[in-house]
């Protein structure tokens, strides 16, 4: 199983008629199963144009790792047919949670504690023998710490060494949790073991009045994330990085200048480490 190489972005369903007719396309795309599950005619046919033609990775938002319920393995079950369906091998998810007695509509924090671990790793587990290959999980943005008997990181640590899980390290949201909580960015990724990262997200955010920072995906990537970003690189290599943009999602070609910057830096970084 290999990630796909380079730069990407998440495609969706709005973006389908302008994608298909463009000749402008990143090295791979990121789709959330559930939003193409159950889709068929038009949309379907789309979609089984592009899985034909490039890369693609799944991205869910629904299995809720962290979540008090039992996993739905009826959901993973489809999303399993479905990447087998469009020879996608690529499953990431969120080290989060979005059900308790029913679906919550947004991504909570999972409590940094010794028993969230426990729980964790029994979960990670079973979805990895389920699809027989590793689960990739992305560091969420939270704003509370309810809780807590350890930092984020010493928590991402723990879990990925008794799970054997690797990780997709969104480089904005380490920015985002740095700043509302007061740890260094920098530090934080140095820390990750580079063997585990699977790919990386870099996305855009909003930066309130009072300074607290909220991880929107609704615009352009400012210079300190860029900065972030290329120490990233230096540190663990040029990874696949994906521009995430899920609201105000401007005209395709607008979207793959932004692109274009990802895929200046990694080319910048790779020349740099042939030059050393």
Known sequence: MSVP???GLGLRRSMMEEVLQSEQRPDFWEIAPENWLKLGGK???QLRQITAQQSVICHGLSLSIGGPEPLDMTLLAQ???FMAEHGISEYSEHLSYCDAAGHLYDLLPIPFTHAAIRHLVSRIQQVQEFFKQPLVLENSSYYLMPGAEMSELEFILEVQRQSGCQLLLDVNNVYVNGN??????LAFIHALPSHAIRYLHIAG???EDDGLIIDTHGTEI???VWQLLRQTYLHHGVKPTLLERDFNIPPLAELMTEYQQVKQLQQQVQELAHVS
Do not use: C, F, V
């Open 5 to 7: 190489q380079g730069a």
């Open 43 to 45: 949309y379907a046919k």
């Open 205 to 207: 955010h909003l930066r």
């Open 222 to 224: 400012i210079d300190p």
């Open 180 to 185: 509302n909580h007061g740890y260094e960015p």
């Open 79 to 81: 999303i399993r047919n």
